[in-house]
């Protein structure tokens, strides 16, 4: 009734873009934060400005992992290395810490200003889960995850949540690690092979796979399914209300 196998019993969903419309609210906030920083490393190099894609560079580089991981990755796309610095460090300083803090009240501020959406669908689909006995949990590298699902009125769908504060608390590596999966799997005392993992980032779909989770489910909201399939996901819906429809 699910369009799950079987023998799968617990539900694993990533937050932003599978359960609520953030992940727009996301790839703008790190656009800004990136564009700010490249356009002024540039006029200080003179060089020319190449701005960051909200798109392809999010996509690639940013989205489904960490904060920190996110800067990382983008700016050695660019052949940029920063010092990593402190989790104290301000918006203003110009080091890995510095920028992912910077990111972090750009999209606090997008959230507090524009509010948070759940995908109908998506609700439909938990509450189905629910109703049918499966277990659930929600997984995102956001720090900011409970507020978002609180801010969103489905925080008590779930049963756990493995997020940002989680992850650095017993230091599990990030997506693409299939780490956080993992750990949420083990939370509701399930086998990865008896899990589902609901991704619509590639770095998500990539951990559902090496996590060798029951089945991937790639959620296709800006047209990539093709690349969500490279990257893991056994079946790939534009929206998880679909799954209901094949029942």
Same mark, same amino acid.
């Given at each position: 009734?699910?369009?799950?196998?079987?023998?799968?019993? %617990?539900?694993?969903?990533?937050?932003? +873009?599978?359960?609520?419309?953030?992940?727009?609210?996301?790839?703008?906030?790190?656009?800004?934060?990136?564009?700010?920083?490249?356009?002024?490393?540039?006029?200080?190099?003179?060089?020319?400005?190449?701005?960051?894609?909200?798109?392809?560079?999010?996509?690639?580089?940013?989205?489904?992992?960490?904060?920190?991981?996110?800067?990382?990755?983008?700016?050695?796309?660019?052949?940029?290395?920063?010092?990593?610095?402190?989790?104290?460090?301000?918006? !203003?300083?110009?080091?890995?810490?510095?920028?992912? %803090?910077?990111?972090? !009240?750009?999209?606090?501020?997008?959230?507090?200003?524009?509010?948070?959406?759940?995908?109908?669908?998506?609700?439909?689909?938990?509450?189905?889960?629910?109703?049918?006995?499966?277990?659930?949990?929600?997984?995102?590298?956001?720090?900011?995850?409970?507020?978002?699902?609180?801010?969103?009125?489905?925080?008590?769908?779930?049963?756990?949540?493995?997020?940002?504060?989680? %992850?650095?608390?017993?230091?599990?590596?990030?997506?693409?690690?299939? !780490?956080?999966?993992?750990?949420?799997?083990? =939370?509701?005392?399930?086998?990865?092979?008896?899990?589902?993992?609901?991704? !619509?980032?590639?770095?998500?779909?990539?951990?559902?796979?090496?996590?060798?989770?029951?089945?991937?489910? +790639?959620?296709?909201? %800006?047209?990539? =399914?093709?690349?969500?399939?490279?990257?893991?996901?056994?079946?790939?819906?534009?929206?998880?209300?679909?799954?209901?429809?094949?029942?």
């Amino acid at each position: 009734m699910l369009g799950l196998p079987d023998h799968v019993r %617990t539900c694993l969903f990533d937050l932003d +873009g599978v359960l609520t419309r953030t992940a727009k609210v996301h790839a703008a906030a790190w656009k800004e934060m990136f564009d700010s920083y490249l356009r002024g490393r540039a006029e200080r190099e003179g060089v020319p400005f190449v701005p960051f894609d909200a798109v392809r560079d999010y996509d690639e580089y940013v989205d489904g992992r960490p904060r920190e991981d996110g800067v990382r990755t983008f700016l050695a796309a660019r052949d940029i290395r920063l010092p990593d610095g402190s989790p104290d460090d301000g918006p !203003d300083a110009e080091t890995v810490q510095g920028l992912g %803090t910077r990111k972090n !009240d750009l999209v606090l501020r997008k959230i507090r200003e524009e509010g948070v959406e759940a995908y109908e669908g998506s609700v439909a689909y938990v509450r189905a889960a629910r109703d049918a006995g499966l277990r659930r949990a929600v997984v995102s590298s956001s720090a900011n995850c409970r507020d978002v699902l609180a801010a969103a009125g489905i925080e008590d769908l779930f049963e756990e949540r493995i997020d940002g504060i989680v %992850t650095h608390e017993q230091k599990l590596r990030g997506k693409p690690a299939p !780490d956080t999966y993992l750990a949420a799997a083990r =939370a509701l005392g399930a086998e990865p092979g008896a899990a589902a993992v609901f991704e !619509d980032a590639l770095a998500g779909v990539e951990a559902g796979r090496a996590g060798g989770f029951g089945i991937v489910v +790639g959620v296709d909201r %800006t047209g990539q =399914a093709a690349e969500l399939r490279r990257h893991g996901a056994d079946v790939v819906v534009k929206d998880l209300a679909e799954l209901l429809e094949s029942r």
